[in-house]
């Protein structure tokens, strides 16, 4: 294919401050920044439906609910600078099955990016992120959500090449034999954390230099994966809302913000609205940097980051549909007098931090 077909929004930033109704400080410093997302589901819906990644698609028949947030065409013309595509676990397929489907999808995922090598290019470590965006492409890290793709035997961990798969989000909406989700349906398993097994899941990522995303998994397996992993590594959550904003069963609360903090990770910050606390129709993206906001104020400007989930099945704020809109978010830190320092770590330098002390 070769090329995408977007505007180049560099060239004039009073066009994008006019059509966003932003200020043009906001997009001149948006524009001078690292520019990362750690969670996009979009390839979830190539799978199921054939969605385009090559193709710049609108809001669709769901009106910017559940799908049709992403395309690389928008994230080009966006400007986002890297973001880590996930690969989302099926976990009705059978145990024996799913490491080949894992490894199927990985090559189509990839294939999808070097097929526009001038647009985009796969990166694995920051040392990559760096060469690729100095170059004026973006920066694709690749990763699983729902670490039972590989949950066989710890040796099927072994099964990804190249360290293409930067991240694991070791367990997803349902649980599985690493762990037990955080989300209502399990009840079943209340009391219970990481398996045995889950415990040596969690090392070995470590011993991968894999970075382990704590995002789904419940309070009890979070605390069991603080204990297990390596100190020295930094831990993410790389989509979540936080208690301290609005109380919710997906969102984290202050203790846990402080255990990845003292790690030297990261918490990415999503964007579904009910998790944000509001409205899944009304809701508005300042939403979004109240909870950054808490986490800055809770342990500190270093830790916070964006995970939009865009295309995860979620409703996110109606004025934060897609990549286009992301500059409204550094309008609303610049109106709380954030500096630009602070900014430009939430939107992009902390995740970097975290990559470059688990992969150079």
């Given amino acids: 294919m070769g090329s995408l077909s977007y505007r180049d929004l560099r060239s004039d930033p009073s066009v994008w401050a006019r059509e966003l109704g932003l200020s043009r400080e906001a997009i001149e ?63 009705l397929r059978s145990a024996a099955r799913r490491p080949a489907i894992f490894l199927e999808n990985l090559r189509r995922l990839q294939g999808i990016f070097e097929s526009v090598p001038d647009e985009v290019g796969v990166v694995r470590n920051a040392r990559e992120y760096d060469a690729v965006v100095a170059s004026g492409r973006h920066a694709a890290f690749l990763a699983i959500q729902g670490g039972n793709a590989l949950d066989r035997r710890l040796e099927d961990l072994d099964l990804i090449p190249d360290d293409l798969v930067l991240r694991v989000t070791i367990v997803h909406l349902s649980s599985s034999r690493i762990g037990v989700t955080s989300s209502p349906a399990a009840r079943s398993r209340q009391g219970e954390g990481l398996t045995g097994f889950g415990r040596d899941f969690v ?151 975290c990559v470059r002390a688990i992969r150079g």
């Fill in 29 to 91: 410093l948006y524009l001078a920044s690292d520019v990362l997302d750690l969670h996009l589901d979009s390839f979830i819906w190539k799978r199921i439906f054939g969605y385009d990644l090559h193709r710049r698609h609108g809001a669709g028949l769901t009106r910017g609910h559940f799908l049709s947030h992403v395309d690389l065409p928008r994230i080009r013309e966006a400007c986002v600078t890297g973001g880590t595509w996930v690969i989302t676990t099926n976990p």
């Fill in 203 to 353: 090392r070995r990522l470590d011993e991968k230099r894999i970075l382990v995303d704590l995002a789904h998994i419940n309070r009890e397996g979070f605390w069991d994966s603080v204990a297990v992993h390596d100190p020295s590594l930094p831990l993410i959550v790389t989509h979540t809302g936080v208690n301290g904003v609005h109380k919710h069963w997906r969102n984290l609360d202050d203790d846990q913000l402080q255990a990845v903090a003292d790690s030297g990770g990261v918490i990415g910050v999503m964007y579904q609205s009910s998790f944000l606390g509001e409205s899944p129709f009304r809701g508005r993206s300042d939403a979004v940097v109240r909870h950054l906001a808490h986490i800055v104020e809770t342990v500190g400007e270093d830790f916070a980051a964006l995970g939009s989930d865009w295309d995860g099945a979620i409703s996110p704020p109606r004025d934060l549909q897609s990549p286009l809109e992301l500059p409204r978010l550094v309008e609303h830190m610049l109106r709380r007098r954030w500096s630009p320092e602070r900014i430009q770590k939430v939107l992009g330098h902390n995740f970097l931090r």
